[in-house]
């Protein structure tokens, strides 16, 4: 209630002292057009990525309003790139994973006749991917047909077709894939990466190391690998946090995995770097 009460670190922002409506009036005018990430306990940093946000808003507002013109002479249409981009990507799209034919080791049971924790977690994302892949290779096939004019466009194969043309991955199928920032052909190699990891999952055995950053839900992965090292154990999962310890050597130099716990790789460090030599 203290009429020198501030409500940031900033001079600015005070509660106005007890007085007239215009008075109020008046201090609320002068407050600044453009608030300071302080107003909202944010770092000044918050500014860099909602100037970010906006220019991003601005450049897809932009690319949503340009004209498809037809090429001139000798250039592909809008259309003609399109489908080839879709007839491409369905020769690359991989198969879905096979879990009728997986490694003994990945869906064993325990002494208590229970699935293992691990091979639970390795169902879900291997569930996760088929359904991205079956959705993908539909949608490319429709689209595919509704350019060439055999099926009808309807509204999702025509957002499909304007996201191709932009280079952005395709609404439809971010509604069914793991969060990523990448545009469409990065994203394309980056998921058949993906499928190529779990496929060795299942089809070889669980790995000597897992690659965090290729999965659905990483913090089930966490969970999965803590519920197994409790019930080898014997001790309660809630008592139980991670360690981490960084390892010599790259990720191709594993063998075999370790006796206690698990190997990640695939994080990235942001603002500095890491000395192998003095660890």
């Not at 932009?62 to 879709?86: C, F, N, S, Y």
Request: charged share 25%; net charge negative.
């Amino acid at each position: 209630m203290s009429d020198s009460y501030k409500l940031s670190k900033l001079d600015t922002y005070y509660a106005p002292p007890e007085g007239k409506f215009a008075a109020n009036r008046e201090y609320l005018d002068g407050l600044p057009l453009d608030e300071d990430p302080e107003v909202f306990g944010l770092h000044p940093n918050a500014n860099m990525i909602y100037e970010n946000n906006v220019v991003a808003a601005f450049m897809n507002s932009v690319l949503i309003i340009q004209p498809r013109i037809a090429a001139a002479a000798g250039g592909k249409t809008p259309e003609e790139m399109a489908r080839e981009m879709a007839q491409s990507f369905t020769k690359i799209l991989p198969k879905n994973i096979n879990e009728e034919i997986a490694h003994p080791d990945v869906f064993k049971l325990d002494e208590n006749d229970k699935p293992l924790s691990l091979g639970t977690f390795c169902h879900q994302e291997v569930e996760r991917m088929n359904i991205l892949l079956s959705v993908m290779r539909k949608s490319l096939i429709m689209l595919d047909q509704a350019i060439e004019g055999t099926v009808v466009m309807s509204l999702d194969l025509e957002t499909m077709y304007n996201n191709f043309l932009d280079g952005k991955v395709p609404t439809g199928w971010v509604k069914w894939a793991y969060p990523s920032l990448k545009p469409l052909n990065s994203w394309m190699e980056d998921l058949i990466e993906r499928v190529v990891f779990m496929r060795n999952w299942v089809e070889k055995g669980p790995p000597s190391a897992y690659w965090i950053p290729g999965f659905f839900f990483p913090q089930g992965f966490k969970t999965a690998a803590l519920q197994m090292h409790a019930r080898a154990n014997l001790l309660e999962i809630d008592k139980l946090i991670f360690k981490t310890n960084i390892l010599p050597g790259f990720v191709d130099s594993i063998t075999e995995p370790p006796a206690t716990g698990c190997i990640l790789y695939g994080l990235f460090i942001q603002g500095f770097k890491w000395d192998p030599k003095r660890r």
